[in-house]
């Protein structure tokens, strides 16, 4: 093992040289994992906005038809399945 430096963000971490692949150190770094909510490319809501969606008393599909998104991603926004890390 030797110390190799991560190709993405510079951290220093042990690991096996090999000739064809980066060093990466770790999945998240390699594959860029770590991006949430607004961050990600595909993100069609701010933070804001899931604050606001969790605080209205209306019904999914109301709230959806406002948002033009689907009523079961609504659903999942207030039961946390999607959005987690805003509060």
């Not at 692949?21 to 770094?29: D, E, Q, R, T």
């Not at 599909?61 to 998104?69: H, S």
Request: charged share 35%; glycine share 6%; with cysteine.
């Amino acid at each position: 093992m030797t110390t190799l430096a991560c190709t993405k963000c510079g951290a220093a971490f042990e690991g096996k040289e090999h000739r064809r692949k980066k060093p990466y150190c770790s999945n998240l770094c390699r594959y860029a994992r770590d991006k949430r909510g607004e961050k990600h490319h595909g993100a069609k809501l701010t933070e804001a906005q899931v604050r606001a969606i969790r605080a209205d008393p209306r019904r999914h599909k109301f709230i959806a038809a406002d948002y033009g998104l689907h009523r079961v991603h609504i659903s999942r926004i207030r039961s946390r399945a999607i959005w987690k890390h805003v509060q």
